[in-house]
T-cell receptor
Framework: GAVVSQHPSRVICKSGTSVKIECRSL??????MFWYRQFPKQSLMLMAT?????????EQGVEKDKFLINHASLTLSTLTVTSAHPEDSSFYIC??????????????FGPGTRLTVL | AQRVTQPEKLLSVFKGAPVELKCNYS??????LFWYVQYSRQRLQLLLR??SRESIKGFTADLNKGETSFHLKKPFAQEEDSAMYYC???????????FGKGTRLSVIA
């Protein structure tokens, strides 16, 4: 099946710094990538949708200047949390979908990145 | 507005007993419905989708448009079924998923 990786898997940073999380589709071209956030014992909440080569579409309540999303290629999307604060601590999960034979529009999930802001 | 409701946070059943994980949805059009599963320390993965009408690992789910439900069922639970199960909805095509809050299934030996 299709594989999506995320890097890093875990990151701890100081308040006020920026953190970049990478999401890669390893064996298929991802025309669309989605970024989710998951708080402890809660469900996944969609943050934004990004299509390759276009600006990301953010969900209501998600600050686009704080959570910068770039999807410059068909295999890579990045989420940068700028000026991170403790309340940004969370589990960030990406998913990717593309034109896979047999799985059109199916979303494949990355393993997630745990961000802790001190 | 799109919404997915999973009323049970935790469901415990004995091995060999039937399982039903409930999911209700709210959507004005014709949605695609999915069940995702997350085993311990693993990533989220697709279990089944309503358009496939297939059985995966013994699980089935039927879309009931009248009741706006997509309950997940398995006649005989196995210990390896213990996991977190999420029901999700999307509009047709390549659109974002809206997840329910998830149900943790615990199968007791």
């Amino acid at each position: 099946g299709a594989v999506v990786s995320q890097h890093p898997s875990r990151v701890i940073c100081k308040s006020g710094t920026s953190v970049k999380i990478e999401c890669r589709s390893l064996d298929f071209q991802a025309t669309t990538m989605f970024w989710y956030r998951q708080f402890p014992k809660q469900s996944l909440m969609l943050m934004a949708t990004s299509n390759e080569g276009s600006k990301a579409t953010y969900e209501q309540g998600v600050e686009k200047d704080k959570f910068l999303i770039n999807h410059a290629s068909l295999t890579l999307s990045t989420l940068t949390v700028t000026s991170a604060h403790p309340e940004d601590s969370s589990f960030y999960i990406c998913s990717a979908s593309g034109t896979l034979a047999g799985a059109p529009n199916e979303q494949f999930f990355g393993p997630g990145t745990r961000l802790t802001v001190l | 507005a799109q919404r997915v409701t999973q009323p049970e946070k935790l469901l415990s059943v004995f091995k060999g007993a039937p399982v039903e994980l409930k999911c209700n949805y709210s959507y004005s059009g014709s949605p695609e419905l999915f069940w995702y599963v997350q085993y311990s320390r693993q990533r989220l993965q697709l279990l089944l989708r309503h358009i496939s009408r297939e059985s995966i690992k013994g699980f089935t789910a039927d879309l009931n448009k009248g009741e706006t439900s997509f309950h997940l069922k398995k006649p005989f639970a196995q210990e390896e079924d213990s996991a977190m199960y999420y029901c999700a909805l999307s509009a047709a095509g390549n659109t974002p998923l809206v997840f329910g809050k998830g149900t943790r299934l615990s199968v007791i030996a």
